[in-house]
């Protein structure tokens, strides 16, 4: 997690790496060498450890926060999902580094030290609906969270918490058990809280700089709040009210949510809490991770937070190693072009000339119909036929026309050509020409017409029209072969 990122952007790194700093004297193992280990290996493993896991999650969003907020990035309110609200108090300045690391340190640690034996699931259930089945379990099961009209979260023993879970499969309800070490915000976390309170009581709290919507009430948090000691150790306990807190931002008039952790979790929250709005553009919601490669997701959804009218410091985003300025291209009408023109590739059968396509015969007619283009970038050798300033194809394309002709209908010989005017090429798109082969007389010869309509004039493997154009008479070449 976060290893992309760490490698593309140094304002991320340094800010990571400084996190990890003030975290590994309160840990077991640096915290960078667990998140950096082999997958597979011992040190991988505790990445799974309450007290690693949490660590990791203050370390990776505080960095991200601190890249976007160089990209010009600015938050007007925070709210902060379990531990992801000690992020949101750092960040907003009730707590400095240090301490913020502390007290991130301490619930980890606390809460590994519970013993195990709990469990927690994720119900297609209103909150409502779960609280009516919960009262026969006492104080083995409590709601853990609230993210959506239909999303809850419960935690406890495991047995109550299974039972629960088996009522709401049974009506053919989603219930989706959750990969926890522990039964997190529920009676089971109630042993380490004194000792967390304690904690807390030894550091320095300040009034927030950024509003900080608390997931605790639902409410934005006054400034006694986040800096009570009391606060936190309820914070740990008590449901998550991510719903609650996702409308009263909106009730509030904010309209875009950016959410920075390890996946679109909170994202799809957000849409489920606010579906009208979600749907009809208004509000938008977008994650800066959950891509198959970090910095992609990230800037994504940078761009789409910009396009919805937030400020962001382009410069700034560009600023990293390797980025650099170009001119936009011009308008079409500047005639200038950007790119390099590659010659088309006429197809080539073996027994075939690449002046003209496949022959078609016409239906009761006994007449057959080849067709083809003749293009300077199909055929770069025309470029070298120029008279008076102008492409023009030269006799032996006709006479390659009527050869290919006649090898299609069985005729080896061309008897005679008549070329009743130039054919000029009129830019690199070049002409469409039709070569119609007539029936056979008596003695096997075949009368032959060529076409090459005028630009905008008809193509394709029909005859032109009848009516006479209104420019001048298209170009005809009059071949008779004999077998």
């Known amino acids: 997690m976060g290893a992309e990122l760490r490698a593309a952007f140094p304002v991320f ?13 309160r840990l077991p193992r640096p915290l960078g060498v667990v998140l950096s280990a082999e997958p597979g290996s011992p040190e991988a493993a505790l990445v799974d450890r309450t ?10 969003e505080v960095a991200l926060f601190r890249l976007l907020e160089s990209w010009g990035v600015r938050a007007d309110r925070l709210v902060g999902h379990s531990v992801g609200e000690l992020a ?39 909150e409502e609906e779960v609280l009516s089945r919960l009262d026969e379990f006492g104080s083995r099961v409590a709601i853990a969270s609230v993210n959506g009209p239909r999303s809850v979260v419960i935690s406890g023993a495991e047995t109550a918490v299974r039972a629960v879970a088996a009522g709401f499969e049974a009506e053919g309800r989603r219930a989706v058990p959750l990969r926890v070490s522990h039964a997190f915000h529920s009676p089971l976390v109630e042993p380490m809280l004194d000792a967390f309170r304690r904690a807390a009581e030894e550091l320095d709290f300040r009034p ?28 740990a306990r008590l449901p998550v009210r991510f719903a609650d807190a996702v409308h009263r931002l909106a009730a509030d008039g904010v309209s875009a949510f950016l959410e920075l952790g390890p996946g679109p979790v909170l994202t799809a929250a957000v849409a489920d809490c606010l579906p009208g709005a979600a749907t009809n553009g208004s509000v938008l919601a977008v994650a800066t991770r959950g891509g198959a490669y970090e910095p992609e997701t990230l800037l994504s959804a940078v761009a789409r937070l910009h396009v919805a009218g937030a400020a962001v410091d382009r410069k700034a985003v560009y600023a990293r190693p390797g980025a650099r300025r170009v001119d936009l291209p011009t308008y079409a009408f500047q005639r200038q072009r950007y790119w390099l023109d590659e010659p088309l590739q006429a197809p080539e059968a073996p027994d075939a000339q690449p002046l003209l396509g496949p022959a078609f015969p016409v239906p009761d007619t006994g007449r057959t119909v080849l067709t083809g283009l003749l293009s300077r970038a199909a055929h770069p050798w025309l470029a070298d036929h120029v008279v008076a300033g102008r492409v023009i194809a030269p ?30 090429l009129p830019g690199a798109a070049g002409v469409r020409v039709q070569v119609v082969v007539g029936t056979p007389d008596d003695s096997g010869r075949r009368g032959r017409g060529g076409n090459a309509p005028p630009p905008g004039g008809a193509r394709g493997g029909a005859p032109p029209p009848r009516a006479p154009p209104a420019g001048p008479p298209p170009r005809r070449v009059r071949l008779r072969t004999r077998s």
């Not at 900080?212 to 150790?233: K, M």
């Not at 032996?396 to 050869?403: G, K, N, P, Q, S």
């Open 88 to 126: 949101a108090a750092h960040v907003a300045g009730v707590l400095d580094l240090p301490d913020a690391a502390t007290l991130v340190a301490a619930r980890g640690r606390l809460m590994q030290a519970l013993p195990g034996g709990g469990a927690m699931v994720a119900l297609d259930a209103t």
């Open 208 to 235: 927030p700089r950024i509003p900080v919507v608390s997931t605790v009430t639902g409410r934005p948090t006054q400034a006694a709040d986040l800096c009570s000691p009391e606060y936190w150790a309820r914070h």
């Open 395 to 424: 006799a032996t394309v006709f006479v390659e026309l009527a050869v290919r002709a006649g090898d299609e209908v069985g005729c080896d010989t061309v008897d005679e050509l008549v070329v009743l005017s130039p054919l000029a």
């Open 13 to 25: 790194a340094a800010a990571f790496d400084e996190a990890c700093r003030h975290l590994d004297d």
């Open 51 to 60: 007290d690693f896991a949490q660590a990791g999650l203050f370390a990776f």
